[in-house]
């Protein structure tokens, strides 16, 4: 089977810094659309502003790894996604999701196809 598009769920126990290091050609090949992730081991362990391990700088290339492909971070509730602060991650609820802006080929197509079903 193939497919050009996905969602995602990844749930390694706090070693998904180390996953996103090589995950550039998954990303170029497939459009995934939603990453969704927990984040309390990256904001429990990592985010002291004193804490220089190689696992924060690659918490933080993760985090410059979506934002780079046009992901942005959101908290997931009940009534609608809110966006979370990028540079605030620390911050950051327990489960949280990774959402691709559409650019705006897509952007377009969305609104075609919104209108397009739209009740008359």
């Not at 996905?6 to 659309?33: N, P, S, V």
């Not at 309390?40 to 790894?65: G, P």
């Amino acid at each position: 089977m193939s497919f050009s598009q996905a969602i995602m769920k990844i749930d390694i126990q706090g070693f998904e810094h180390y996953a996103f290091q090589c995950a550039g050609r998954l990303f170029d090949t497939i459009h995934i659309t939603h990453v969704f992730m927990e984040w309390e081991i990256m904001r429990d362990f990592y985010v002291s502003d004193n804490h220089t391990s190689r696992d924060k700088l690659l918490v933080e290339q993760m985090i410059s790894f979506f934002l780079d492909r046009c992901f942005r971070p959101y908290k997931l509730v009940f009534e609608g996604a809110k966006p979370l602060d990028a540079k605030q991650w620390g911050l950051w609820p327990l489960n949280m999701v990774w959402l691709h802006l559409p650019n705006s080929d897509e952007q377009s197509y969305l609104e075609r196809l919104h209108y397009k079903n739209w009740p008359t």
